[in-house]
């Protein structure tokens, strides 16, 4: 069970919802995932087109924990009103932070992030911020309170996966509330190896959506996680230097 | 009368005096529409009794996908 705030979940994958090819492959991918959890954001909606395909209404939201994020926000001040357009929909309390500090790698920006997650937790939001793995800012973040830290793995879409296990490892250590392995995930050995190290969950979306077959990444995605954190939770063996027999090497026959 | 909508200025019929009439108008009320009108952003119980004037400013969103 995955506990952040109030909430509980099921699942320990969170997935985004953004560039799938079709919203039936999105359906089937969100659906053979069983997570609980759904990542979207706040648009501007064109209200000449009422046709336009509605994401809430094809995904049978009832079904999920929404958690909106704060994508697109400069600043700490747009992420709060974001995180209020959100939660005037009456559909969601959690709030994904993130404020990018930098176009290019889109990693996010630690002092906006850290004001926004104060601004936020002050309006009664259930925050999870979404931040870089430095440790120390990780630590900041709890203490004043987030409900869930969201390291990445590497920069979010690149899908190079775990670039600093060494930083997850001791954010995960360290911390008291859920660690979340957010952005950066390519494949199910990525997400395990995050669920391997700890983590509490992993938040993924492109490693999905722009698979060769996303449902079928859904899946792996999904077995990954399970095998990750059942592997974490039976503890793995030590690594030593050199090999040690799994047969005995008594009683072995020979003419 | 003219409303400033997603930052762009529409010429909307005086009779949307309301923003849950101007949302049935433009065929949105089965979505979930949020509505911020002049800086304030409104709850779905407030939409029937937040009147629209002349020169308002509206800003209309949805959820879409993202990660």
Request: charged share 25%.
């Given at each position: 069970m995955l506990k952040i705030g109030n909430f509980t979940f099921n699942s320990r994958l969170l997935l985004g919802t953004g560039k799938y090819p079709d919203f039936e492959t999105q359906k089937k991918a969100v659906d053979v995932s069983e997570t609980d959890i759904l990542t979207f954001t706040v648009r501007r909606m064109n209200?000449?087109?009422?046709?336009?395909?509605?994401l809430l209404q094809q995904l049978d939201t009832g079904r999920y924990t929404l958690l909106p994020n704060t994508a697109g926000a400069e600043n700490a001040e747009e992420a709060v009103r974001h995180a209020k357009l959100a939660k005037a929909s009456g559909l969601c309390d959690m709030i994904k932070v993130e404020v990018i500090g930098?176009?290019?790698?889109?990693?996010?920006d630690p002092v906006e992030t850290l004001k926004a997650t104060e601004m936020l937790l002050e309006e009664g939001f259930t925050v999870l911020p979404y931040t870089s793995d430095d440790v120390v800012l990780a630590k900041r973040l709890e203490e004043m309170g987030a409900h869930a830290v969201m390291p990445g793995a590497?920069?979010?879409?690149?899908?190079?996966?775990?670039?600093n296990p060494h930083q997850l490892d001791l954010i995960i250590e360290q911390a008291e509330v859920p660690v979340i392995v957010d952005a950066g995930i390519g494949s199910p050995g990525d997400a395990a190896a995050a669920m391997e190290l700890g983590a509490d969950g992993v938040l993924l979306n492109t490693a999905v959506?722009?698979?060769?077959?996303p449902v079928k990444m859904a899946e792996a995605m999904k077995l990954a996680i399970q095998a990750g954190r059942l592997g974490y939770e039976a503890g793995r063996i030590p690594k030593k230097r050199y090999a040690a027999a799994s047969?005995?090497?008594?009683g072995m026959s020979r003419t | 009368m003219n409303v400033k909508i997603n930052g762009e200025w529409h010429e909307i019929p005086?009779?949307?005096?309301d923003v849950r009439t101007l949302l049935s108008h433009f065929q949105l009320d089965n979505r979930v529409v949020i509505v911020e009108l002049n800086d304030t952003i409104l709850e779905k119980s407030e939409h029937a009794d937040s009147q629209v004037h002349e020169g308002d400013q509206m800003e209309l969103v949805q959820f879409v996908g993202g990660g």
């Amino acid at each position: 069970m995955l506990k952040i705030g109030n909430f509980t979940f099921n699942s320990r994958l969170l997935l985004g919802t953004g560039k799938y090819p079709d919203f039936e492959t999105q359906k089937k991918a969100v659906d053979v995932s069983e997570t609980d959890i759904l990542t979207f954001t706040v648009r501007r909606m064109n209200i000449f087109e009422p046709q336009q395909p509605d994401l809430l209404q094809q995904l049978d939201t009832g079904r999920y924990t929404l958690l909106p994020n704060t994508a697109g926000a400069e600043n700490a001040e747009e992420a709060v009103r974001h995180a209020k357009l959100a939660k005037a929909s009456g559909l969601c309390d959690m709030i994904k932070v993130e404020v990018i500090g930098c176009k290019k790698t889109l990693l996010p920006d630690p002092v906006e992030t850290l004001k926004a997650t104060e601004m936020l937790l002050e309006e009664g939001f259930t925050v999870l911020p979404y931040t870089s793995d430095d440790v120390v800012l990780a630590k900041r973040l709890e203490e004043m309170g987030a409900h869930a830290v969201m390291p990445g793995a590497s920069p979010i879409g690149s899908g190079q996966g775990i670039l600093n296990p060494h930083q997850l490892d001791l954010i995960i250590e360290q911390a008291e509330v859920p660690v979340i392995v957010d952005a950066g995930i390519g494949s199910p050995g990525d997400a395990a190896a995050a669920m391997e190290l700890g983590a509490d969950g992993v938040l993924l979306n492109t490693a999905v959506s722009a698979a060769d077959d996303p449902v079928k990444m859904a899946e792996a995605m999904k077995l990954a996680i399970q095998a990750g954190r059942l592997g974490y939770e039976a503890g793995r063996i030590p690594k030593k230097r050199y090999a040690a027999a799994s047969s005995p090497m008594e009683g072995m026959s020979r003419t | 009368m003219n409303v400033k909508i997603n930052g762009e200025w529409h010429e909307i019929p005086d009779h949307l005096a309301d923003v849950r009439t101007l949302l049935s108008h433009f065929q949105l009320d089965n979505r979930v529409v949020i509505v911020e009108l002049n800086d304030t952003i409104l709850e779905k119980s407030e939409h029937a009794d937040s009147q629209v004037h002349e020169g308002d400013q509206m800003e209309l969103v949805q959820f879409v996908g993202g990660g």
